[in-house]
């Protein structure tokens, strides 16, 4: 089920009503979606005036979505020297925080506004990360277990 509220114009929001991971995961699966999960953006579409879910597979093929509807928007195939910066993602691990803790959370240290999220593992890195853009154009990252600034990216 999602997450209850709104999102506000032009940004994610702590409170949006956004497609949980594992909804996320499962539509783009139903849709044709092959492999090992790479990559989960949640971004604020500014050209559509909503937030899209982008779910990415170790096929190369991205699946975007309405993030809060869940309604496929499309697909498209990712540059492979992009794909092969990343590890498989754990996709069943409940241990990880959500979109929503880590958009609250950047909100409330930065005062920013959080334009896009992306959960992912580089590869060599120990561990799976969030990336966060806020409308400063500063990108940061987080450990997606702790919620902890990641060292080392």
């Not at 506004?113 to 120990?126: I, R, S, T, Y």
Request: aromatic residues 6%; negative net charge; contains cysteine.
């Amino acid at each position: 089920a999602p997450v209850t509220a709104t999102a506000t114009a032009g940004s994610l929001v702590a409170s949006g009503a956004y497609l949980q991971m594992a909804d996320a995961i499962g539509r783009a699966r139903k849709a044709g979606g092959q492999g090992d999960v790479l990559q989960i953006d949640l971004e604020y579409d500014a050209f559509r005036g909503f937030a899209t879910c982008d779910v990415t597979f170790s096929s190369g093929t991205e699946y975007e979505m309405n993030a809060e509807t869940g309604e496929i928007l499309g697909q498209k195939q990712k540059d492979p020297r992009k794909l092969a910066l990343l590890a498989a993602l754990s996709t069943e691990a409940k241990d990880l925080k959500a979109f929503t803790d880590i958009i609250e959370q950047v909100v409330k240290a930065t005062g920013q506004a959080v334009l896009e999220v992306e959960l992912k593992h580089l590869k060599g890195q120990p561990t799976v990360i969030f990336e966060v853009v806020t409308a400063d154009g500063i990108t940061s990252h987080f450990d997606a277990v702790t919620g902890k600034p990641a060292a080392g990216v």
